[in-house]
């Protein structure tokens, strides 16, 4: 192991230690902070400085961009974008819905040093560009869906007999039972960090949809949850749950906000038990909270028969329910919804409508109507509608 040391003010030195783990059958490392516990508060803890300085804007309006736009030359087409609305931040694939990390890092000691893709071919400069425009820069990890891990090392997935097991869509989910998970993604959240992004955002922190009708037909691994007296349920619950407590905790150094995605739905239920989803456990243990509610991805909810055809209604009826469940917390999160600026054709004829001006407006205002002024728009090629008024 090798221990390195930073000298605080006081002169106390907070040893930050090598430890090896292993993932992607590589051998790596990864960072673990060891504090002195009978340290009175008083004394200053140890913050990493990435030297890149962002103000967290009077509210964050963003935009979703994928690895390979944000290291193309449509990164210049959406900053421009940003810069010439009320937007203010982007939100960038740095692990994206395959598992694939979207830029090499320089660092030969990292743990992901040669798996990385290059479509950021420069983070660091995509960064400073950031900085000179002051867009807010969060981080995406995609955590539990990854083909790519699952791949590499199937004892960390969900083993269908012999082959690790996909949904429909020939997607594989890791295991959110077990650290070494756990560990591989905070390692990937902790470099966005020093990169000088200001959040991480935690995306796909669930099991597979469906997994409570196919949990025993797989084998897999339960982790320190085997020997819990508890359902099955609830052991999906507490572990989705742990992973943002450690993953918040483990990115205290580093001074960013730590935000999770989670489907709408999941404020409407006690908790969604499939995915091991609770909305109010994972809201008490993040910086933020970004629900997906996109009117597209609703059924007849609220009583809206066509949620897709009523953006306003739709929003606007799940912002008053979140309210509420958000009210109960004692230290609630800042809400801050993905909305839909994509058209739903797959809904098909008299299902979904095309949304462009009017619907993304609708969404934003039904939101401002419930007191909330934060909010992500979602559209996966990263071709958002001109004209919107995105002022709150």
Not at 192 to 205: H, L, N, P, S, T
């Amino acid at each position: 192991m090798k221990p390195m040391c930073k000298w605080l003010m006081t002169g106390i030195c907070l040893f930050l230690i090598q430890q090896p783990v292993h993932a992607q059958g590589m051998n790596e490392t990864r960072q673990v902070a060891l504090e002195n516990k009978e340290l009175p508060a008083s004394v200053p803890r140890f913050v990493f400085d990435s030297g890149l300085k962002f103000d967290y804007p009077d509210a964050v309006r963003g935009i979703y961009v994928t690895g390979p736009a944000a290291g193309g030359n449509k990164l210049n087409e959406l900053i421009n974008y940003v810069d010439e609305t009320d937007l203010n931040a982007m939100v960038i694939d740095i692990k994206d819905d395959k598992g694939n990390v979207t830029y090499k890092t320089e660092d030969p000691d990292s743990p992901y040093a040669g798996i990385g893709k290059d479509y950021i071919k420069n983070p660091r400069a995509m960064l400073k560009k950031f900085e000179d425009k002051q867009i807010y820069p969060i981080a995406r990890v995609v955590v539990f869906k990854d083909s790519l891990l699952a791949k590499e090392k199937p004892e960390l997935s969900f083993l269908d007999g012999e082959k690790v097991w996909k949904n429909g869509r020939g997607e594989a989910f890791v295991n959110p039972f077990l650290k070494e998970v756990w560990d591989y993604n905070v390692g990937i959240a902790i470099e966005a960090a020093k990169m000088g992004f200001k959040e991480i955002q935690f995306d796909y922190v669930r099991f597979p949809e469906g997994f409570e009708n196919k949990e025993d037909d797989l084998k897999y691994n339960v982790g320190e949850y085997d020997e819990a007296k508890m359902s099955h349920t609830a052991k999906r619950v507490q572990a989705v749950t742990d992973f943002v407590s450690y993953a918040r905790k483990q990115l205290e150094p580093y001074d960013v906000e730590v935000s999770v995605d989670i489907f709408g739905y999941a404020a409407t239920l006690p908790e969604a038990p499939g995915i091991g989803q609770n909305f109010t456990k994972i809201s008490e243990n993040v910086d933020v909270i970004s629900s997906m509610i996109y009117p597209s991805h609703w059924t007849s909810y609220f009583g809206i028969e066509k949620p897709d055809l009523e953006p306003y209604n739709l929003v606007k009826e799940y912002a008053k329910l979140e309210n509420g469940k958000l009210k109960e917390l004692k230290t609630p999160p800042t809400s801050r919804p993905w909305l839909q600026d994509f058209t739903a054709s797959y809904l098909g004829d008299g299902n979904y409508q095309r949304y462009g001006k009017e619907e993304v407006e609708a969404q934003i205002k039904a939101l401002n109507d419930n007191g909330i002024d934060e909010y992500l728009l979602w559209n996966a090629a990263n071709r958002y509608t001109k004209g919107v008024d995105y002022t709150p």
